[in-house]
């Protein structure tokens, strides 16, 4: 079998090494495979990507260009926690419409290697965050708050493309969305007694005013006053609560 031959070779190459990649199960995926799938011979992948591990490299790229053009691809709502919330809906519809590339890019885990993938998955939606945070929204620090989110995320979305289309729940996917954001945000503390109450309006506080300064460049602290500012907002914004 091979892919329709009225796509460029590229994009064929592109297509079969995805497909290949996320079936393997961690097992080595060959040229010869690579290139009887999509219909071109070993010369036309060398041509265009180099060799094997540049056609890999080129799938994880296409796919993160594609990936960050969903997540951005909005208007900013000026409600971080909104924007937040479509930020995870756009990740999840994205790895049910193409799941053999999401698999490559989110799937192929392996123990004690973290995926650079991941970690600038994790960037876009701290960028984000860092608005929650500075408009006191945020119980947490933004880059924990993106760590626990995106993988929740991720978990929901490799769930979901398991199961059989016909028999998807995306209630789960809302209902886990939400009660991530729920436990990373200052709702949370609504609930809680008067004096845990006050402890967490200091630590929303904390990351609010650490979260803005960041962003300012500010001017007005040296670099060195800055930096001990900044600890000590960390400090508190970490801090337990007990």
Do not use: C
Request: aromatic share 6%; charged share 20%.
């Amino acid at each position: 079998m091979s892919f329709d031959g009225q796509l460029p070779p590229k994009m064929r190459l592109l297509r079969a090494a995805a497909e290949l990649l996320a079936k393997s199960a961690g097992a080595a995926v060959s040229t010869r495979q690579i290139t009887q799938l999509a219909g071109v011979t070993a010369p036309t992948l060398y041509h265009h990507f180099g060799d094997k591990e540049g056609l890999f490299d080129a799938v994880v790229a296409a796919g993160f260009e594609e990936y960050v053009a969903g997540e951005r691809d909005f208007a900013p709502s000026g409600q971080p926690l909104v924007d937040i919330r479509r930020m995870w809906d756009n990740h999840v519809q994205f790895g049910l419409k193409q799941p053999e590339l999401y698999l490559v890019m989110f799937g192929n885990i392996r123990p004690e290697s973290r995926p650079a993938i991941v970690a600038d998955a994790e960037v876009l939606l701290e960028e984000m965050l860092n608005k929650a945070a500075a408009a006191g929204q945020l119980n947490v620090q933004p880059r924990e708050a993106a760590r626990s989110i995106l993988a929740a995320n991720v978990g929901v979305t490799l769930m979901l493309i398991a199961e059989p289309a016909a028999e998807r729940n995306l209630e789960l996917s809302t209902m886990t969305r939400d009660a991530m954001i729920f436990a990373v945000s200052r709702d949370q503390g609504r609930d809680a007694g008067p004096e845990d109450s006050g402890k967490s309006s200091v630590v929303v506080a904390a990351i609010a005013l650490n979260a803005a300064l960041q962003a300012s460049h500010s001017d007005q602290l040296t670099s060195s006053e800055l930096k001990l500012f900044l600890e000590w907002l960390h400090r508190i914004s970490t801090s337990s609560t007990s």
